[in-house]
């Protein structure tokens, strides 16, 4: 019904920047928020960024403030991740997903993608 697809990962050295896109496609509401997370080796899957559907309300896990930027273009059914000053720690699968309102817990979205890989090297 939904389908999410993210895409810009890729291998950046430490302190670069990169910036990931998730296009919706399918059925979608009018409105809905969008959030994103990360599943690193070993690690359980994290919440890193949320926005409402209107882009006036955000939200960031403590680690990532000040250094990514959640955006959306609704008109082109897409969420950013804009993420500058990367940190080896960042290295991870990216997820995009979507839920009902702005929220921080995994089970509040109901769509999810597949995953882009993102890899910072020290």
């Known amino acids: 019904q939904v389908q999410l697809v993210e895409s810009g990962g890729g291998l950046v050295q430490a302190g670069g920047p990169l910036r990931l896109s998730c296009v919706a496609s399918?059925?979608?509401?009018?409105?809905?928020?969008m959030g994103w997370f990360r599943h690193a080796p070993g690690k359980e899957r994290e919440f890193v960024a949320a926005?409402?559907?209107?882009?006036?309300?955000?939200y960031y896990e403590d680690s990532v403030k000040g250094r990514f930027t959640i955006s959306r273009e609704n008109a082109k059914n897409t969420v950013y991740l804009q993420m500058t000053s990367l940190k080896p720690e960042d290295t991870a699968v990216y997820y995009c997903?979507?839920?009902?309102?702005?929220?921080?817990?995994?089970?509040?979205?109901?769509?999810w993608g597949q995953g882009t890989q993102v890899t910072v090297s020290s």
């Open positions: 997903a979507r839920s009902r309102s702005l929220a921080v817990r995994k089970g509040d979205y109901d769509y």
């Open positions: 926005i409402t559907w209107s882009g006036g309300s955000t």
């Open positions: 399918g059925r979608t509401f009018s409105s809905y928020a």
